[in-house]
């Protein structure tokens, strides 16, 4: 059981998100960088696709009423343990009455908390995400509060071998960490100025030949009208040669729309399920965990990729993080 004294700015409970029902017009939704809510879920023992929280820019204070192994991955924004610092990116056995209390942002806004044995909460259309605008999923459909009570599952036999090996190097401290963490190749840095990788758009060549080029040519800044729907972007405007009709149609994680004012939209983890604006670009997959760690008033800059580079890099990312699971799995056998 985890108690949360303090909220936070916005702390949710997100999984990978929720999907098969867009049809009837139900989004994804799910955790904003999902490469991190899945690398916090490996480092504890758990499956990937299990509940944590998602924190955002100002993180909470917990206090855990029981003895558990967690990770914190994403954005550095200053935890520590009974006022010590804690390390992202690796495994963490933390004593029963400790309280977790994160600080400023370091780098990144978003970081992700998973607990062994995982973040227990009803699932909702086969997800345990929260959809804030619907009020489904998640801890009652809500942000958490003051004084939540949050239940955690029985951890698995992974998550047991590790808490073993951390439990025997405990002594006296409130907490102890594994010595060892994601490779450093693994993590994205998170810039304040990052350079995105996109494919071109199904609408890329509606727009005129200054517009294509200011699109990779220029830095856009996250306004403050940015949400977990979609980041809304300033700059150059962009503009089509003629006015066009265009049919809306599905959209996905990344797509970059273009409304009338000609300032590009990225849309995110609360996407609506079509759109009818036209599209310039798709961000690749692989760079989508970059994107959702942006801060309001930061500046990206777009490259452009092949369709067939980036999924590429996807593979090249997977097997990766493949390789991380099996080390993981044969160091604790």
């Known amino acids: 059981m985890l108690t949360i004294i303090k909220p936070g700015l916005l702390t949710t409970i997100q999984d990978l998100g929720r999907y098969g029902f867009q049809r009837y017009g139900v989004i994804v939704s799910g955790a904003m960088d999902q490469f991190a809510h899945r690398m916090a879920n490996i480092l504890v023992g758990n499956?990937?696709?299990?509940?944590?929280?998602?924190?955002?820019?100002?993180?909470?204070?917990?206090?855990?009423?029981?003895?558990?192994?967690?990770?914190?991955?994403?954005?550095?924004?200053?935890?520590?343990?009974?006022?010590?610092?804690?390390?992202?990116?690796?495994?963490?056995?933390?004593?029963?009455?400790?309280?977790?209390?994160?600080?400023?942002?370091?780098?990144?806004?978003?970081?992700?908390?998973?607990?062994?044995?995982?973040?227990?909460?009803?699932?909702?259309?086969?997800?345990?995400?929260?959809?804030?605008?619907?009020?489904?999923?998640?801890?009652?459909?809500?942000?958490?509060?003051?004084?939540?009570?949050?239940?955690?599952?029985?951890?698995?036999?992974?998550?047991?071998?590790?808490?073993?090996?951390?439990?025997?190097?405990?002594?006296?401290?409130?907490?102890?960490?594994?010595?060892?963490?994601?490779?450093?190749?693994?993590i994205l840095s998170t810039p304040t100025e990052p350079s995105v990788r996109i494919i071109r758009g199904r609408e890329f060549n509606l727009f005129t030949k200054e517009s294509r080029e200011i699109l990779y040519k220029e830095h856009f800044q996250v306004t403050p009208q940015s949400d977990r729907m979609g980041y809304r972007l300033k700059g150059l405007s962009l503009e089509l040669q003629k006015a066009e009709e265009i049919l809306s149609e599905a959209v996905t994680f990344g797509t970059i729309q273009v409304p009338s004012d000609g300032n590009p939209i990225i849309l995110m983890a609360d996407r609506q399920t079509t759109g009818g604006y036209p599209k310039i670009g798709q961000v690749a997959k692989v760079d989508l965990p970059l994107v959702a760690q942006v801060k309001p008033g930061d500046f990206i800059k777009f490259t452009e990729v092949s369709l067939y580079d980036a999924q590429l890099l996807l593979i090249k990312k997977e097997k990766k993080i493949q390789q991380l699971k099996s080390g993981i799995s044969l160091k604790f056998r």
């Not at 299990?50 to 855990?64: A, H, N, V």
């Not at 997800?127 to 509060?145: E, F, M, N, V």
Request: with cysteine.
């Open 47 to 186: 499956q990937e696709n299990t509940p944590t929280m998602e924190i955002t820019l100002l993180g909470p204070q917990i206090e855990f009423n029981e003895n558990s192994l967690i990770s914190i991955c994403g954005g550095d924004l200053t935890p520590t343990i009974d006022g010590s610092p804690v390390r992202l990116w690796r495994s963490i056995f933390i004593k029963k009455g400790s309280k977790l209390k994160f600080g400023s942002p370091r780098s990144g806004c978003r970081a992700y908390l998973a607990v062994a044995g995982g973040i227990s909460v009803e699932a909702v259309m086969a997800s345990g995400s929260t959809y804030l605008r619907a009020a489904i999923g998640g801890y009652h459909g809500r942000a958490l509060k003051e004084g939540d009570k949050i239940r955690v599952g029985m951890p698995g036999s992974l998550s047991t071998k590790i808490i073993e090996s951390l439990s025997d190097s405990l002594s006296r401290q409130p907490f102890a960490e594994m010595d060892w963490s994601i490779a450093k190749d693994l």
